[in-house]
């Protein structure tokens, strides 16, 4: 059973650090593309980053470009995100993501979602 | 990059056929065969459809089917069930290697 497990949401000031993980299982994860996906009501779903099977290629939008930071270890079949110099506006659901081939075809699985809050 | 333009929201009664519409430009949509279709229920992750244009991932029914035209991808619903009440997202692959996404619609089964 394929299973991606978000953890490390929570609620932060603006200019804090988060660091999101994610543990996938059921899946051979090492091969794979992984992703980052935030969801806000407001902005629906926008793909902030990825990364290849073997880290040679990263992506980031525009909106976290400098801030976030993409990373994975595929011994522990395990992503990360980590956030800094948060601001109100990254406030959102966050969903690890895994392609089966790469990003051109879709994202195959998807985690449960962890909840960001950035606050004063 | 901006997102892709999907109808607010849509309805069908059951057995009927919907389709949802997701206009993009020639650098997504219109550029590439990279356009995929997600399903999403309230408080539950988007659900992988629709993968480029056309193709459904093994357990997807052909009920569900979609399409391109220029810079315009469909997805059509037919024989609607009351479990296909969700949110629908498009995304498209760019030309700068970016992942986009519709507003996302709202499907109604009445």
């Known amino acids: 059973q394929v299973r991606l497990v978000e953890s490390g949401g929570g609620v932060v000031k603006p200019g804090g650090s988060l660091r999101l993980s994610c543990a996938a299982s059921?899946?051979?994860?090492?091969?794979?593309?992984a992703s980052w996906i935030r969801q806000t009501p407001g902005k629906g779903l926008e793909c902030l980053s990825y990364?290849?099977?073997?880290?040679?290629?990263?992506y980031y939008a525009d909106s976290v470009k400098g801030r976030f930071t993409i990373s994975r270890d595929n011994a522990k079949s395990s992503l990360f995100l980590q956030m800094d110099s948060l601001r109100d506006d990254d406030t959102a659901v966050y969903y690890c993501?895994?392609?089966?081939?790469?990003?051109?075809?879709?994202?195959?699985?998807w985690g449960q979602g962890t909840l960001v809050t950035v606050s004063s | 990059q901006s997102a892709l333009t999907q109808p607010a929201s849509v309805s069908g009664s059951p057995g009927q056929s919907i389709t949802i519409s997701c206009t993009g430009t020639?650098?997504?949509?219109?550029?590439?065969?990279?356009v995929s279709w997600y399903q999403q229920h309230p408080g539950k992750a988007p659900k992988l459809i629709i993968f480029?244009?056309?193709s459904r991932p093994s357990g997807i029914p052909n009920r569900f089917s979609a399409s391109k035209s220029g810079n315009t991808a469909s997805l059509t619903i037919s024989g609607l069930q009351a479990e296909d009440e969700a949110d629908y997202y498009c995304?498209?692959?760019?030309?700068?290697?970016?992942?986009?996404f519709g507003g996302g619609t709202k499907l109604t089964v009445l």
């Open positions: 059921g899946f051979r994860f090492r091969d794979h593309y």
């Open positions: 993501a895994s392609s089966l081939t790469d990003m051109r075809g879709g994202i195959d699985y």
């Open positions: 995304s498209s692959y760019t030309y700068s290697s970016s992942v986009i």
């Open positions: 020639g650098r997504d949509v219109g550029g590439y065969n990279y």
């Open positions: 480029q244009v056309s």
């Open positions: 990364i290849s099977s073997s880290t040679n290629t990263k």
